[in-house]
């Protein structure tokens, strides 16, 4: 799930680009800013801390800085306001982006998979991810920097993490050309997020140290404080308001995926990337990390199984518009990895059981179709044993009963459910160490895409 709306199952990508999509904005060394920000007072900017900042973290990243780096730190208030008007400005172009959005494969299949509701405005969902919950960004492309910042004319130690963790982006750029590294893995959201973990893991790590070295530990206990009091009382305000006669409308609801995405790559990948730096007690072994990149979201869940050199059972399904006929059509495949089951999972059983019904996946594919209009997705999956397989489908099965809670049960075996609700059906199939899941439209679709997989 990389910030791309073609990006596979992860479409993340569209909810957490920090500028809604559009062309990228150019740099203006002259006014050290991204003219892709809003252009409204900028915080002040103490270019001597900014220039120890980067000599400080580059000594313990242990990777020598490359060119200069723009930056430009504006207020949250400043660039809300700016991301707002860009992406809601015009009422009519909103509406077509959303219609845009919800026809796309990656949507239709986060529907299919009940990780986000038909009704889900995908542009208020954007909006609100790019505005509340994004404290910086690197672009590579540009080799510059913005920073958000929630006080005015306030660069504290907050601010001072960030932009040492998003200059560790610049001198991963400079050393190891981050689109030439997320490159290759094309044709594998898996394998992308898997890399995009490392590089914010590494990112998070040099930049914690850095805080350790520079701020004191003691001084970020102080100011993690008092950050939480300022938290409180705007969110109590917020409330407030919210409830207020003629206020603006409620904030929207987060769909729970993205919030195990983002706990994926920034806590699961620090530590892996921290388990790495152990390997060798330097640097050293973050750069080895990054000569063999993780293959898969499973190497990054289970550092364990990187280490061992586990890789990835590749697994496919037979084209099935060529075996089905009468007018299906592929609209996208992709590998469906471990962090794709668990985001699945976790819609409909407790975090526990998901995380370890996920555990011993071996490979998976998933595949995208559409007949007359109508979307249905293939899963299938292979694991390490027999066992992994059958707890994944008894936890996958009790979470399908509870997504269709009024469905008709057409089979509940030890090797086969299949449920018939208002608008979809579904087949989940066992066999030794396989899985196929189907989610279609209707009942003859789910069972005729089941039988064209070979199951």
Do not use: C
């Not at 780096?69 to 077509?96: C, K, M, N």
């Not at 409180?232 to 917020?238: R, S």
């Not at 066992?430 to 199951?455: K, M, P, T, W, Y």
Request: aromatic share 8%; no cysteine; charged share 20%.
């Amino acid at each position: 799930m990389v910030r791309s709306l073609v990006a596979g199952l992860a479409l993340a990508a569209l909810l957490l680009s920090p500028v809604g999509g559009g062309a990228p904005p150019t740099v203006s060394a002259q006014e050290r800013a991204l003219p892709g920000v809003p252009a409204g007072p900028e915080v002040g900017i103490d270019l001597d801390l900014l220039r120890q900042i980067q000599e400080q973290t580059a000594a313990i990243r242990g990777l020598a800085p490359g060119t200069e780096v723009p930056v430009r730190v504006v207020s949250r208030q400043d660039y809300g306001r700016f991301v707002r008007e860009r992406i809601e400005g015009d009422e009519a172009e909103t509406a077509l982006l959303n219609e845009a959005v919800r026809a796309s494969s990656t949507w239709r299949l986060l529907v299919l998979l009940g990780l986000v509701m038909q009704e889900v405005n995908p542009i208020e969902v954007s909006t609100e991810v790019a505005v509340e919950r994004v404290a910086g960004f690197y672009v590579p492309t540009l080799n510059a920097m913005v920073l958000i910042t929630d006080r005015a004319n306030a660069f504290g130690p907050q601010e001072q993490i960030t932009y040492a963790h998003e200059y560790v982006h610049a001198l991963q750029d400079h050393h190891y050309d981050l689109d030439i590294l997320g490159g290759a893995a094309a044709g594998n959201s898996d394998a992308r997020q898997a890399v995009r973990a490392l590089v914010e893991g590494d990112a998070e790590l040099a930049s914690y140290l850095w805080a350790g070295q520079a701020i004191g530990a003691e001084a970020l206990r102080e100011y993690a404080a008092q950050e939480r009091r300022e938290r409180e009382e705007a969110q109590a305000a917020q409330a407030e308001q919210g409830a207020a006669p003629g206020s603006a409308r409620a904030r929207p609801e987060i769909p729970r995926f993205i919030a195990t995405q983002r706990a994926f790559t920034y806590r699961d990948g620090l530590r892996f990337a921290s388990i790495g730096y152990a390997q060798t007690n330097d640097y050293s072994g973050v750069d080895q990390l990054f000569a063999e990149p993780p293959q898969s979201t499973e190497h990054v869940l289970h550092p364990e199984k990187y280490w061992a050199r586990e890789q990835p059972v590749p697994v496919s399904l037979p084209d099935l518009p060529a075996v089905l006929g009468n007018g299906w059509t592929q609209l996208q495949t992709d590998v469906l990895g471990e962090l794709d089951i668990l985001q699945v999972l976790q819609e409909h059983t407790n975090t526990r059981a998901a995380v370890q019904a996920a555990a011993g996946w071996g490979g998976g594919q998933w595949v995208l179709l559409e007949y007359a209009g109508q979307a249905a997705a293939v899963l299938r999956l292979t694991w390490d044993t027999e066992l992994d397989a059958r707890e994944f489908y008894d936890v996958y099965a009790h979470g399908l009963q509870a997504r269709f809670p009024d469905a008709q049960v057409e089979a509940a075996t030890s090797q086969r459910q299949a449920l018939t609700a208002t608008n979809l059906s579904t087949e989940l199939r066992i066999h030794g160490q396989d899985i196929l899941a189907v989610i279609a439209f209707n009942r003859a679709s789910a069972e005729a895409l089941a039988a064209g997989s070979g199951f």
